[in-house]
């Protein structure tokens, strides 16, 4: 699997988004040709879905995610330099939270969803 090089904010639909580090899992294809190989990606693999936040961030967005019944979390995917918002996946029925912190010492949130819907954003010029 590759490395996503893009940053991800996350948020309770319609509330201020924060920034994460999420790691898409992507499954690739691999294809033999006239003695060259090469990868193309396939489908997005959905397991539990883990975000990894700063303590201020885990603060203000962990409360407004558990604090509801079943809601519904927003992922944006911005360029690498912060400024080109590239797609958003929008989490419905949030469930099974668990809470803990990682190596690096920094909170991680984990959970499961029943629906995903993903939307394209628009090239900005």
């Known amino acids: 699997m590759r490395d996503n090089i893009h940053q991800w904010t996350a948020g309770v639909a319609g509330g201020t988004m924060h920034p994460v580090q999420y790691q898409l899992?992507?499954?690739?294809?691999?294809?033999?040709?006239?003695?060259?190989?090469?990868?193309?990606?396939?489908?997005?693999?959905?397991?539990?879905?883990?975000?990894?936040?700063?303590?201020?961030?885990?603060?203000?967005?962990?409360?407004?995610?558990i604090s509801q019944e079943l809601p519904t979390v927003t992922m944006r995917q911005v360029d690498k330099d912060g400024k080109q918002q590239l797609e958003s996946w929008y989490l419905h029925e949030v469930h099974d939270f668990k809470l803990g912190r990682n190596k690096d010492d920094k909170y991680e949130l984990t959970f499961r969803y029943n629906k995903v819907v993903y939307k394209v954003e628009p090239k900005q010029e």
């Open 25 to 65: 899992d992507i499954e690739e294809t691999e294809i033999n040709f006239l003695g060259n190989k090469t990868w193309i990606p396939g489908k997005q693999l959905w397991q539990e879905t883990t975000f990894v936040m700063t303590d201020e961030v885990f603060k203000t967005l962990v409360p407004s995610i």
